[in-house]
């Protein structure tokens, strides 16, 4: 059974920055695109940025440049760094996980963790 389990987050400055990790468990993940969503309130879920089994990162246009996903050697955890954090970046943000980097909802999702920028 796979499992996603998020640390990190928290509040800060706008300005500042913050890393999200993500501990994946109960298969090979070396196989799996896995990224991160958010969803503000009031909107609809988005997603963040994706690392596909190649390694190659995708990101929205709104965290570019700014924001940077990464692996470790193993792909069981995964994390994210992110830099001049904006209040517009508040939200719950999500590890998730899929067996393709399809462009729709991943069939996995860890337990969620806030992410609060104050202006």
């Known amino acids: 059974q796979v499992q996603l389990v998020q640390s990190g987050g928290g509040s800060v400055q706008a300005g500042g920055s913050l890393r999200l990790s993500c501990a994946a468990s109960?298969?090979?993940?070396?196989?799996?695109?896995m990224g991160w969503f958010r969803r503000a309130p009031g909107e609809e879920r988005e997603g963040v940025a994706t690392i596909d089994s190649d390694g190659n990162p995708s990101y929205a246009d709104s965290v570019k440049g700014r924001f940077i996903i990464s692996q470790d050697n193993a792909k069981n955890n995964l994390y994210l760094q992110m830099n001049s954090l904006k209040p517009e970046d508040t939200a719950m943000y999500y590890c998730?996980?899929?067996?393709?980097?399809?462009?729709?909802?991943?069939?996995?999702w860890g337990q969620g963790t806030q992410v609060t920028v104050s202006s």
């Open positions: 998730v996980a899929d067996r393709v980097c399809s462009g729709g909802y991943p069939h996995y």
């Open positions: 109960g298969d090979t993940f070396s196989s799996y695109c």
